[in-house]
């Protein structure tokens, strides 16, 4: 049994079928810190999407670094992080970081 804390929100959960697309696995997944944006990885793939509304806002896939194929590195974003104030999304490919302003 958990207790609630004071003033936590009531959150039923809420689920986001195939939010990279059918047969696409989910490597990473985030929700910035205010609530506004949940953002989803995978191998090749990336998606923002507006978390209340569930609407998703944009593809990812063409701004990660496609790494180098004779080092065995792919175009996988293997990991995803949102700036504290929800400004900006992280965005960890193989061989580079790429910051995305949140507007």
Known sequence: EVA????????????FSHPLGRGKSVISVAFS?????????GSGVGV?????????????ESSLPKGNAEAGQTAALVA?????DSSYLALRGPTEVL????G
């Open 4 to 15: 609630a804390r004071p003033g936590a929100l009531n959150i039923s959960s809420v689920r």
């Open 48 to 60: 923002l999407w507006d978390a209340p509304s569930r609407t998703k806002v944009r593809d990812l």
């Open 80 to 84: 995803l992080a949102f700036a504290s």
């Open 99 to 102: 910051m995305w302003p949140l």
């Open 33 to 41: 810190p205010n609530g506004r944006w949940f953002a989803a990885a």
